[in-house]
């Protein structure tokens, strides 16, 4: 009986290969595809510097061969393999490109590979073009913030005409995946902080209406099933957390201090221990600062910290927009251009002291380099 004829892949059967691996699976990963068993004709020596356990398990010929050469079964996906391959052989082909979906579908099962095999340099080559999407300082989340809302523009706009074409949430990279590559991969653990606020910020209620379609686009949902009861306690407590501090940051409570004071007049204690303005120096016609930041701002604050969820870094920036057009928007009655000044910049700075605080809100442990590039 003649032996079954061997599948190869067409990219990987090198004519001075010296190993033969196989792997079964789909080629897609997608479980309505065909299952087959592909086989390889690669090199032991290429192997061997990108992983001593390669080097060591096919070194070790076992089960069939093929004109006189080893062929070694692995037991991953025959995708997974598929991509590992292409990483090694085909550097060049594989995706970099920023804020994709593409990229972490292709790059995660092979940096998965890379632990199991021991690939320490290749891992450490690929990581960072998944690093950046979920970065670990502030002014990177607003340049990446920056570059997604591009995105998901275009790519409306391109829906628009033609309804088959991909939605953000198929372009963008999918947050729950971050979460488990970060959670199961501990040089991928910086992912995580900004992975959980985004997840923070989202409502989770698909909206209803005639529109909907068009609120949905500009959401950026996970593969919900991929998120664990412990990922959604952290999402809750996260969120809860961030109310508390929205609140302290309206009312100027714990870490926060008064608003600042109008520097053209000064200031006294009142019997329960707050400053009170005083009317007997000063300029003659001194403003109320403090009573004017818990009238007109701190009321902005206090809404968003009663929304279901709220994109803090992004309605910061909005409110403090807002008291740049104060005589517009909120009147300018009670108020000097001294401390407004002062007032947007306190708003300012709060968006680095939130952004320092993600890995508490999420009970994520410690981690000291968040805030740095």
């Not at 997604?148 to 829906?159: D, K, L, P």
Request: proline content about 8%; charged content about 25%.
């Amino acid at each position: 009986m003649d032996a079954p004829q061997l599948i190869f892949h067409d990219n990987f059967q090198f004519h001075d290969g010296n190993i033969i691996v196989s792997a079964s699976g789909s080629r897609d990963g997608r479980p309505s595809s065909t299952v087959e068993t592909v086989y390889f004709r690669l090199h032991k020596s290429v192997l061997a510097i990108y992983s001593t356990t390669f080097a060591d398990m096919l070194s070790m010929p076992q089960g069939d061969a093929d004109a006189g050469q080893a062929i070694v079964p692995l037991q991953d996906p025959l995708d997974h393999v598929i991509k590992l391959l292409t990483a090694i052989y085909y550097g060049g082909s594989v995706p970099q490109q920023p804020l994709s979906r593409a990229k972490w579908d292709f790059l995660v099962p092979v940096l998965m590979l890379t632990d199991k095999y021991d690939m320490g340099p290749l891992a450490t080559n690929l990581l960072p073009s998944l690093l950046e999407d979920w970065p670990t300082a502030l002014e990177q989340w607003d340049a990446a913030e920056t570059h997604t809302r591009s995105i998901i523009q275009v790519t409306v706009n391109r829906r628009k005409k033609n309804r088959s074409l991909p939605s953000p949430n198929d372009v963008l990279p999918e947050p729950a995946m971050a979460i488990k590559f970060g959670q199961a991969h501990p040089a991928a653990r910086n992912v995580l902080p900004a992975a959980f606020y985004h997840l923070s910020r989202l409502s989770h209620v698909v909206p209803e209406g005639f529109f909907t379609f068009l609120r949905e686009e500009a959401r950026r949902f996970p593969e919900y099933s991929l998120l664990s009861g412990a990922d959604w306690l952290r999402i809750v407590r996260g969120q809860a957390k961030i109310r508390q501090w929205l609140h302290d940051f309206a009312t100027h409570r714990n870490y926060f201090g008064w608003p600042p004071s109008c520097p053209r007049r000064k200031y006294q204690l009142t019997e329960d221990g707050i400053d009170d303005e005083s009317d007997e120096e000063g300029t003659p016609d001194p403003c109320r600062a403090r009573d004017w930041w818990h009238a007109r701002v701190k009321p902005l604050i206090l809404e968003l910290g009663a929304k279901m969820a709220v994109d803090v870094l992004t309605e910061i920036e909005t409110v403090r927009d807002i008291v740049q057009k104060r005589p517009i928007l909120i009147g300018d009655d009670d108020i000097c251009d001294d401390c407004l000044i002062s007032f947007r910049t306190e708003l300012g700075d709060s968006r680095p002291k939130f952004w320092a605080e993600l890995p508490d809100f999420f009970d994520l442990g410690d981690y000291p380099n968040w805030g740095k590039s």
